[in-house]
């Protein structure tokens, strides 16, 4: 089950995703903040892989985005030898059009008498990435300084409001199917022990039911014979 992102919702209230298993999307989210630069490439491949057969969740999309932007920026890269690989001004760019996108994902697609501010604050989003959004859409491009610190925060909202509570929400295969064997089990015992109950109440009447026939017999044969002591003519048992 998926906690946020439209793409692929079913009518039954399930949403198609692109991963096989949740041990493959566990696996991103453990990689994708990882310090290793080669076990975050894993995780954007995988991604990327994502991508192409659709359904992707926009904060996932989002996060590997913001991710793939910092490893072009100088500034987060291990190796400030190598020539900037964009100028300040794309990198500003590409920082503000993914903030816009999260934003508006979570927000300001939602058509309410309340503003997006508004609507951002509810939502918990920082309100650095809103004002971002604001100036990126109607004003000039904000500094890139404050975009790479906007993207930090933005990370971590994800992280928080996605990233987490999805990891949560994960059913545990192995207990659920536990709980129901549990289950079957105490229904089987349940039925068994009410079918052993009605037998053992069929044969007390069985043998009451006996009884009593055979106290009624015994008592027709006791005066039949107590009869022909007496000389009397014979009469029928039943």
């Not at 030898?81 to 059009?97: A, G, I, Q, V």
Request: hydrophobic share 35%; proline share 5%; aromatic share 8%.
């Amino acid at each position: 089950m998926e906690l946020m992102g439209s793409e692929g919702e079913l009518s039954s209230g399930y949403k198609l995703v692109p991963w096989s298993c949740w041990d493959q999307w566990k696996f991103v989210k453990e990689s994708i903040f990882s310090s290793s630069p080669d076990v975050v490439g894993t995780a954007l491949q995988k991604i990327s892989a994502w991508r192409s057969r659709g359904c992707l969740p926009v904060p996932i999309d989002v996060t590997a985005a913001f991710i793939e932007i910092q490893q072009k920026d100088p500034f987060f890269r291990r190796d400030p030898m190598n020539s900037t690989l964009e100028s300040d001004e794309m990198l500003s760019m590409l920082y503000s059009m993914t903030i816009i996108r999260l934003v508006n994902c979570f927000v300001a697609h939602k058509k309410t008498k309340y503003s997006i501010s508004e609507l951002a604050d509810a939502a918990g989003i920082p309100r650095v990435l809103v004002d971002i959004r604001h100036e990126s859409s109607h004003r000039d491009l904000p500094s890139l300084r404050l975009v790479r610190f906007a993207s930090l925060k933005a990370l971590d909202w994800l992280k928080l409001n996605y990233w987490e509570p999805q990891k949560d929400a994960i059913p545990d295969v192995r207990k659920e199917i536990r709980s129901r064997l549990l289950e079957m089990t105490y229904l089987l015992k349940t039925k068994n022990s009410h079918k052993s109950s009605s037998n053992m109440k069929h044969r007390r009447l069985m043998s009451t039911t006996v009884l009593r026939v055979g106290n009624k017999l015994s008592s027709q044969i006791t005066a039949k014979l107590q009869s022909s002591k007496n000389g009397s003519s014979p009469s029928s048992l039943v």
